[in-house]
């Protein structure tokens, strides 16, 4: 029985994941649990060591099955530590707030997420009615102009490759360019501001927003909605049905791939009125501003828990 106050270890099969006992408990053989003397050791101070300790639980393991290490190689351990219980605790308390604070932050946008799954009521009385995704705006593909002939390249036309496309909403620059030569020799075209770029193989439904004119290669079927008849960001919003519906239909021997034709089939349950998308779309525009902005705090309590320890137990 290990008593409230452990910092659980284990020893296996994944060397040096933690957590700390909020009462007695026991484990099976894959742990090697630390139970701090009283008024010796701090429970969250060691436990805010986990990256030390499972560098050296890494080091030391060995095993012909699986790397193992020790309960004696554990207590052999060396390190720096304050000279007094209170100075532990102090520090531990620190980085307990410091957790916690990045756990707040962690959730808020998967509760914030959530609510991408609720029906939305809008302000409107008029029921939805179903669309093919064709009637509503046109879907392009892309090209690559010949590799071999440089004056098609390193022009001033962006051109986006699927790789470029990540979690971002709005995309402005791409890695590579193509001249207007390059751009006329291949079957890449012009795609114009407010186009959805939406990738059709090598990982289906990755999707971005246009911030200014750009083409793409063929890993794409963006698109390009009909003025006064789709909304650029209520498409995107519903980014998972798309997905979902791209990874469905799509064929392929070499990879799986979805058309232009098959995208433009796609049946849609539409509001009746643009209004009522555009009214959607500055919704969810408004719900992914917040969720970004609470991953970049996020961000920085993770870089900022990293540097403290870094610089305090050197």
Request: glycine letters at 8%; hydrophobic letters at 35%; one cysteine or more.
């Amino acid at each position: 029985m290990l008593p409230f106050g452990t910092v659980l270890f284990t020893s296996r099969a994944g060397i040096g994941k933690m957590a700390i006992l909020r009462k007695e408990a026991c484990t099976n053989q894959g742990f090697q649990s630390i139970v701090p003397h009283v008024n010796e050791l701090d429970s969250y101070f060691i436990f805010s060591r986990s990256e030390e300790l499972k560098r050296y639980g890494e080091t030391v393991g060995a095993g012909s099955t699986f790397v193992e290490v020790s309960g004696k190689q554990m207590s052999a351990m060396p390190l720096m530590m304050p000279p007094t219980i209170d100075e532990q605790r102090k520090i531990g308390e620190y980085f307990s707030s410091l957790d916690n604070l990045i756990t707040l932050h962690q959730r808020k946008p998967k509760l914030l997420s959530s609510n991408l799954n609720f029906f939305f009521v809008s302000e409107y009385a008029h029921p939805w009615e179903q669309r093919k995704l064709g009637d509503l705006a046109e879907i392009v593909g892309g090209g690559t102009p010949s590799t071999s002939k440089d004056e098609y390249w390193d022009g001033e036309i962006d051109w986006y490759a699927p790789a470029e496309i990540a979690n971002q909403i709005y995309v402005e620059s791409s890695e590579r360019k193509i001249t207007s030569e390059g751009l006329n020799n291949s079957s890449a075209k012009m795609l114009p501001f407010g186009t959805v770029l939406f990738t059709s193989r090598a990982g289906i439904g990755k999707m971005a927003i246009l911030r200014k004119e750009a083409c793409t290669n063929q890993g794409f079927q963006s698109i390009v909605p009909h003025v006064n008849e789709l909304d650029s960001y209520f498409i995107f919003s519903r980014s998972e049905e798309l997905k979902r519906y791209g990874e469905t239909v799509g064929a392929g021997s070499t990879f799986v791939e979805v058309s232009g034709k098959q995208m433009s089939a796609m049946p849609l349950m539409m509001p009746p009125t643009i209004d009522e998308q555009r009214k959607i779309g500055e919704y969810f525009s408004s719900l992914d501003n917040l969720i970004t902005l609470h991953q970049r705090e996020l961000d920085t309590l993770k870089k900022l828990k990293k540097g403290l320890l870094q610089n305090m137990f050197v």
